[in-house]
């Protein structure tokens, strides 16, 4: 190759390299800049809470309540804020729990009664009557009956027309508020307890049902109920208990306005 295109290439090269440094010197390109993410945290307010898991008939204490941070947003009506009362810890001392509440659950109005010593009818919703029964380990579900358990109350009695025994259930879905004066769960919810007399919650016209069973029955036996039957109505009873000394309710027969006459029924 002669010298002169040697030369001559030489200097393109030279020149190519150049101008490629020239344009990348002229569109440097910028570092990539750093974005910053700013989180902004919800406001959160003090709500008084459950510290522990608290059963029916437990009594509030310093150990079993304290505040804890709650989203703002969160907060319905019945909470308690530490901004609405701040010293309701010390209010509640001795409040008797009559829904059970968990860990870390608010305390609400409607979950507790008030701290007098008169802890049964602290218990009891407006309207109802706590009313006693004997049991036994045969009659009240070999002993797995809680408090707050749901029981049906079934009498069995003596067939004195046909002979044998009638059986009947006078009471369903009926709620146990305490087995002898034990009111409280286990922890676990799982211990037995062995009682004698078992309370449970009724309306008026159950205990007049009851108080009737009682003085006919040979025996009255508490069925446990399941758990996913809490929901049934509680309010049904044998209202035909309540007519007639020996347990039949009677039909009236009236024609024209006037009584014929007066059917003794027998319960089935």
Known sequence: MKPTRIIILAVAVVAAGLAGLLAVRISGKKAPELVETVIQKEPTVRVLVSAANLPVGSRL????????????????????????????????????VRIPMFKGEPVRAEKVADSSSRVMSSLL????????TE????????????????????MVRQNKDGGGYITENILNNIRVLAIDQQIQESEDGKKAVVGTTATLELTPDQAKVIAVAQQMAERLTLALRSVADSQEADTAAADYLLHGGDGKADIQVIKSGA???????QAR
């Open 259 to 265: 009584l014929v006459r007066e059917t003794p029924v």
């Open 125 to 132: 919703p407006s309207g109802k009557r706590a009313v006693a």
């Open 135 to 154: 049991i036994s380990v045969a009659t009240g579900a070999g002993g797995f009956v809680l408090p707050n358990d749901r029981v049906d109350i079934i």
């Open 61 to 96: 204490n310093d150990k079993a309540m304290e505040w804890a941070s709650w989203p703002k947003s969160g907060v319905v009506e019945g909470f308690i804020t530490d901004a609405a009362r701040p010293d309701a810890i010390a209010e509640l001392q001795g409040v008797v």
